[in-house]
């Protein structure tokens, strides 16, 4: 398996803009999670679904932020409008069972927001 | 929900040296505590995990040791090599939720 995989690497866009970040967990993992890392606030929990369902999203900043999982191998998170203080490392991060089961991350999207 | 610090935030070590990151946890019902290893530019990696039915847990060089009266556990790394020069986070499982800590900075000199 190729790992979790996550695009773009890298995201450069200007306020007010939607950014779409897409992730593809590993095949059979049941769990998928999304983290932004900051240096101030370091990794934190946005929102995870199991079974493609969202279980948890009280992480989610506010409105702006939304995230789907139409089927076991795709996610993506939205960010619409953006703005300069979303700029972060968004992880994507899959399990095959919540907590007590490893999470193997993807590489990350870069994001910046101008 | 459940509140996972970490000391020292930055941490530099000769190389052969021994490091150790602490981590206290606010939740006493949480039972799972893994460590992750993020290398610059690169995704954390899980690198040592221990729950609460046991008191330590070692993997060559490194160890975990659970402290769970103190609400505090800890990440020991023997005979440092520049290959362990990251930024390690804990994590605690309680109420249903991995929170990590912020992330300790670990620089091996050689």
């Known amino acids: 398996d190729a790992g979790v995989i996550q695009s773009p690497r890298h995201e450069v866009t200007e306020m007010g803009q939607e950014v779409t970040l897409r992730c593809k967990p590993i095949s059979g993992h049941d769990y998928l999670f999304w983290y932004r890392q900051t240096m101030m606030r370091g990794l934190e929990l946005l929102i995870y679904f199991n079974n493609n369902v969202p279980i948890d999203d009280s992480g989610m900043p506010e409105d702006r932020f939304s995230a789907k999982m139409p089927n076991a191998s795709f996610s993506n998170l939205k960010i619409q409008p953006s703005e300069p203080r979303d700029s972060a490392v968004y992880f994507c991060?899959?399990?095959?069972?919540?907590?007590?089961?490893?999470?193997?991350f993807g590489s990350g999207t870069q994001l910046s927001v101008l | 929900g459940e509140n996972v610090e970490q000391h020292p935030s930055t941490l530099s070590v000769q190389e052969g040296d021994s490091a150790v990151i602490k981590c206290t946890y606010s939740?006493?019902?949480?039972?799972?505590f893994p460590w992750y290893k993020q290398e610059l530019g690169k995704r954390p990696q899980l690198i040592i995990d221990i729950r609460s039915n046991v008191g330590e847990k070692k993997d060559q060089r490194i160890a975990v040791t659970l402290n769970k009266t103190a609400k505090h556990f800890s990440l020991h790394i023997t005979e440092t090599q520049p290959e362990d020069s990251a930024v390690y986070f804990c994590?605690?499982?309680?109420?249903?939720?991995?929170?990590f800590g912020k992330g300790n900075q670990v620089v091996v000199i050689p």
């Open positions: 994590a605690a499982y309680g109420n249903n939720r991995l929170a």
């Open positions: 939740d006493s019902a949480s039972n799972y």
């Open positions: 991060a899959s399990s095959l069972g919540f907590a007590l089961e490893k999470l193997f």
